[in-house]
């Protein structure tokens, strides 16, 4: 899914937060903060907090009430606002952060942040961990550490009714192709160029964006003729854009699940060990009992939720 370089990815009690009290954990403040609900309902599912998962986590985050999470803004169907120009969070990361909130006995606090700048956010230690369909790979793991919850690889999102013929990557030699910068699917594209001249074609006119939503606006004004977005994200923009009107997904028989898929993680400071540990656990949890790949169905991309909660399963 989303690739971040080194230097530089429901309607619930909680989603009724503003925007200052989703960031600070919906009204918890000082050490303790407010102490979080026994129970839960995220994605339609009740939620039970673990108490010994909630004794496994971190004194600092015990005492904080909080895990602070980055995010990037809208990436749709994984973090969106609930209505364009106001501050709520809806989507599948956001749902997912609430579920292991709920399981764990603390609060995901989501806090909109840069695409580029969440690894070094991480590491600087304003955040506790990132949930933003972050591609899990060995570069990354060189400075955090990943627990994996969806596989998934690169989509094409093409213009409705697919007017240029788009279907494989082969197909946007030669084309303006948008894509977000510092994204795996950047790198999807510039690794496939060589492709294109092998082929006796014209590279790809690769525009970058700073965010996905600038890209899409791009293939609605007719800019580029093709966007490259994590699959799922390509797929939901096809669903639910002008009531499914706007965009058309470019189906490759030859990759359905998209290009390069890989396990996508959420990514956990390298100073909270204990933290990963006790997310993995929540998310097993989360995984045995369904609510994983409810919470992935609402958002119609059930395909992509694990069986297991791995640690660190790069497979570059």
Not at 196 to 215: L, N
Not at 256 to 276: D, F, H, M
């Amino acid at each position: 899914m989303k690739y971040i370089s080194v230097p530089r990815r429901g309607a619930t009690a909680v989603l009724a937060c503003t925007a200052l009290a989703v960031v600070s954990g919906c009204g918890a403040s000082g050490a303790g903060g407010a102490r979080p609900a026994s129970r839960d309902k995220v994605a339609g599912v009740t939620v039970t907090r673990d108490a010994a998962l909630h004794e496994a986590l971190p004194e600092r985050i015990k005492r904080a009430g909080t895990v602070r999470v980055a995010t990037d803004v809208p990436y749709p169907p994984f973090a969106m606002f609930v209505t364009e120009g106001e501050s709520e969070l809806t989507g599948l990361d956001y749902d997912l952060g609430q579920a292991l909130g709920a399981k764990l006995g603390v609060r995901f606090a989501f806090t909109p942040t840069k695409f580029d700048g969440i690894v070094p956010a991480l590491q600087a230690g304003k955040f506790d961990a990132a949930m933003s369909a972050l591609t899990d790979n060995k570069e990354r793991q060189k400075v955090v550490d990943f627990v994996d919850y969806s596989r998934s690889g690169s989509g094409i999102l093409v213009a409705e009714g697919n007017p240029a013929k788009i279907r494989t990557l082969d197909d946007l030699c030669g084309r303006k192709v948008g894509v977000q910068a510092a994204t795996n699917q950047y790198q999807l594209l510039e690794a496939h160029q060589a492709e294109c001249r092998a082929a006796g074609r014209k590279a790809a006119d690769i525009q970058t964006f700073p965010k996905d939503s600038d890209a899409q606006l791009a293939l609605r004004s007719g800019k580029v003729t093709a966007e490259v977005v994590t699959k799922p994200a390509a797929a939901w923009s096809a669903r639910s854009a002008d009531g499914g009107k706007a965009f058309d997904l470019a189906e490759d028989p030859e990759a359905p699940a998209g290009y390069r898929a890989s396990p996508n993680g959420i990514a956990v400071t390298r100073q909270l060990p204990q933290l990963t540990d006790a997310i993995r656990r929540a998310l097993q949890a989360l995984i045995d009992d369904g609510t994983l790949t409810k919470i992935c169905d609402k958002y119609g991309v059930a395909s992509i939720a694990v069986k297991e909660a791995t640690k660190n399963a790069a497979v570059d």
